[in-house]
């Protein structure tokens, strides 16, 4: 067993060292510390970052849509079994599918252009993908409709742990229906709203390699461009694998202080009692 | 005066039966909707991909066309081969690192257990990116890019922590009376884990696999790094490779779409409600 615990161990602990120490990746020359400031002082960096605060933006919505979803999935309407595997179904596929799907769907003869002229709007015709800021837009809408299984689940599991009397005594107390969502079932659902938006906070960060590369390789400019698609980026074309190494790291750290900032906000809940 | 009040409660239940028959109708219409957006993509890569160039570009009518030149003129078969081939591998040695020692987390004590653990969790909280060029140049070192053997190190390196922490997880819900009676009676310890509790930890294994083969199934940015050579191509590198070059027929995209989606759709309606366990037992602590 020992020898078993150590043969997993020795290679994270291998991995975590390699992360640690060789941000100067491939350059064989060693230059120190002051690659960070370089690397801090280029403008592109800080364009990718805002890229990154931006689809931020879109974790309200990822969580949001699908909290609704699983309230009326709970309602356990007619054919809800059914329902819940559909919306689960875009968990299984690859980001890479859902990507190339995604594109028609932006493109200028595409299906959302389509509705558009439809519905008499056709003046918003548009190819999303074509511009900077819009194809940013399209990309969160696809990270959001690709998270949206995940995180129903998410929140439907919660509500199953719910006590069914804690609700049915809010009701004879005369909430209503809102009332009892908001004030009862929300802040019993709070642990696992929490787990959803670490795991969309993470995706956001770290998952959408596939959907970037597929929808726009980082373009129109970098006006895609994340700091993890940055990273391969640097290394994988531009040849840099040492400023590809160094923003892996930046991008390290970022995913830790998440990471430590939510585990503090838990503690100090617990703190609290509830 | 007495009759007011009895018709009215004799109205009343159904007025409400009426209310709940409209919200509940409300309710599935919105579900049907929602359904609608979540399957459009599914409808649209089928459509699209029963078409051909020219019924894509406007004309309409179907055809499979598209299908023919997928299969003939790429080199699917090789590539669900090789997906197929990297999946069951690297499982199976996820499987064999993450049960031994979920099983040595949960129900053995040694030195320094705790901390060894605590490492298992902090490794999941490390994003890929930041790992992959050191790993990179590591395989490179090794002469492993564009081996079978190199990716397979890599997803399993990637899959173990966490299918160790699910298993340590599900471990430690197995009585520990059960492991001491067993070890009483005589058995060692790696007898005590082959016999007693992996037969006991099937749903557990079940959920790692899944979890693991769609993970490794879906995945572009290890495939795309690490088999560069098109002999090794996994089918979702291969699609994403198709789409970066821009040359290909959108309807044959589609089928090839399709065609790497369905395995991973397959396993999910078997499975899906160990892969829903998955996903929520992260949150066991």
New interface residues.
């Given amino acids: 067993?020992?020898v078993?615990?150590a043969?997993?161990?020795i290679?994270?602990?291998q991995?975590?060292y390699?992360?640690m120490t060789?941000w100067n990746?491939?350059t064989a020359t060693w230059i120190g510390p002051s690659t960070y400031s370089t690397a801090l002082s280029d403008p592109t960096f800080w364009r990718v970052l805002e890229n990154n605060a931006l689809l931020l933006l879109s974790i309200p919505f990822a969580i949001g849509i699908p909290l609704g979803?699983a309230a009326?999935?709970h309602?356990h309407?007619?054919?809800?079994r059914f329902?819940r595997?559909?919306?689960?179904?875009?968990?299984?596929?690859?980001?890479?599918?859902?990507?190339?799907?995604?594109?028609?769907?932006f493109a200028y003869?595409g299906?959302l252009n389509k509705l558009l002229a439809d519905v008499g709007l056709g003046s918003f015709q548009t190819n999303m993908l074509a511009g900077q800021r819009s194809a940013l837009v399209a990309l969160a809408i696809t990270f959001i409709?690709s998270m949206?299984?995940?995180n129903t689940?998410?929140f439907l599991?919660g509500m199953s742990t719910l006590d069914p009397t804690l609700l049915e005594a809010a009701r004879v107390d005369g909430l209503h229906r809102r009332q009892i969502f908001l004030r009862v079932t929300l802040p019993l659902l709070k642990?696992?709203v929490q787990?959803s938006f670490v795991i969309t906070v993470?995706s956001a960060?770290?998952a959408l390699?596939?959907l970037i590369?597929?929808m726009t390789?980082g373009g129109p400019g970098y006006g895609t461009t994340t700091?993890?698609f940055f990273?391969?980026q640097s290394?994988?074309s531009l040849g840099q694998?040492g400023t590809?190494?160094l923003y892996?790291?930046i991008?390290?750290v970022i995913?830790?202080t998440v990471?430590l900032v939510q585990l503090r906000l838990i503690r100090s809940e617990d703190g609290e009692g509830w | 005066m007495t009759a007011a009040p009895a018709t009215a409660a004799r109205g009343r239940p159904t007025a409400t039966v009426v209310r709940r028959r409209v919200r509940a109708s409300t309710l599935f219409a919105i579900m049907c909707v929602i359904a609608v957006v979540m399957l459009y993509p599914f409808f649209y890569m089928l459509d699209n991909a029963f078409r051909n160039q020219s019924q894509f570009s406007g004309q309409g009518g179907h055809s499979t066309v598209s299908w023919g030149q997928l299969f003939t003129e790429l080199p699917v078969w090789r590539e669900l081969f090789n997906s197929t081939l990297i999946c069951a591998v690297s499982i199976l040695l996820i499987l064999a690192v993450s049960t031994t020692a979920g099983f040595a987390f949960a129900k053995l004590q040694y030195r320094a257990s705790g901390w060894v653990f605590l490492g298992v969790v902090a490794a999941l909280m490390v994003p890929l990116q930041s790992i992959i060029i050191p790993e990179y140049v590591n395989l490179g070192k090794l002469g492993l890019i564009n081996t079978y053997l190199g990716a397979i190190l890599v997803y399993v390196a990637l899959g173990t922590p966490f299918a160790t922490f699910l298993m340590a997880t599900y471990y430690r819900g197995i009585s520990d009376d059960l492991i001491e009676a067993a070890v009483m009676d005589g058995l060692s310890y790696e007898r005590t884990f082959l016999r007693i509790a992996l037969p006991l930890s099937w749903p557990a294994i079940a959920t790692v696999t899944v979890l693991q083969f769609i993970q490794i199934w879906d995945d572009l940015l290890v495939g795309l790094l690490f088999l560069q050579n098109p002999q090794q191509r996994t089918i979702t590198v291969g699609l994403a490779a198709l789409s970066a070059g821009r040359t290909t027929s959108i309807p044959v995209l589609m089928a090839g779409s399709f065609v790497s989606a369905l395995p991973a759709i397959i396993v999910y309606l078997i499975f899906q409600r160990h892969l829903v366990k998955g996903l929520t037992m992260g949150m066991g602590k």
């Fill in positions: 067993m020992a078993v615990v043969l997993l161990g290679p994270i602990a991995a975590i390699y992360s060789n990746g491939l979803i009326l999935l309602e309407v007619r054919g809800w329902f595997s559909v919306y689960f179904l875009p968990t299984a596929v690859s980001w890479v599918v859902i990507g190339m799907v995604a594109v028609q769907f003869q299906l409709w949206l299984g995940t689940i998410i599991t642990r696992f787990f993470i960060f770290s390699f596939s590369f597929v390789n700091l993890e990273v391969y290394a994988f694998f590809g190494a892996g790291i991008l390290f995913m830790v990471g």
